[in-house]
């Protein structure tokens, strides 16, 4: 069992920059790779960018490539976002998951474990 506790969220002026987190319960978290996802207002939760289990692969959704930025330090049972240049189009609940699989993967259907979400909210 993993429990994922995300933080970082908020409202930021386009442009802007935050760093969201996510720390994982439990002493396997270096064998599972980890993925961001996000929800707007009447949308579908999409894939937005995932790390394998050592860091050494990541994969990102073309809208945020050159902007978003995913790393873990396995150390700290933690994962990041940093996300630069937001736009306003980047507003969405941010959900961290784990997934057993050892290559990044955009499918929300492999991650077994996810939290609970942290909000975003990037102004004009």
């Known amino acids: 069992q993993v429990q994922l506790v995300e933080s970082g969220g908020g409202l930021v002026q386009a442009g802007g920059s935050l760093r969201l987190s996510c720390v994982a319960s439990?002493?396997?978290?270096?064998?599972?790779?980890m993925g961001w996802f996000r929800q707007a207002p009447g949308k579908e939760r999409e894939f937005v960018a995932a790390?394998?289990?050592?860091?050494?692969?990541?994969r990102y959704t073309d809208s945020v490539k050159g902007r978003f930025t995913i790393s873990r330090d396995n150390t700290k049972n933690t994962v990041y976002l940093q996300m630069n240049n937001l736009k306003p189009e980047d507003t969405a609940v941010y959900y961290c998951?784990?997934?057993?699989?050892?290559?990044?993967?955009?499918?929300?259907?492999?991650?077994?474990?996810w939290g609970q979400g942290t909000q975003v909210t990037v102004s004009s």
């Open positions: 998951a784990a997934s057993g699989t050892l290559s990044p993967t955009i499918s929300s259907t492999l991650y077994r474990y």
């Open positions: 439990g002493r396997t978290f270096s064998s599972y790779t």
């Open positions: 790390i394998s289990w050592s860091g050494g692969s990541t």
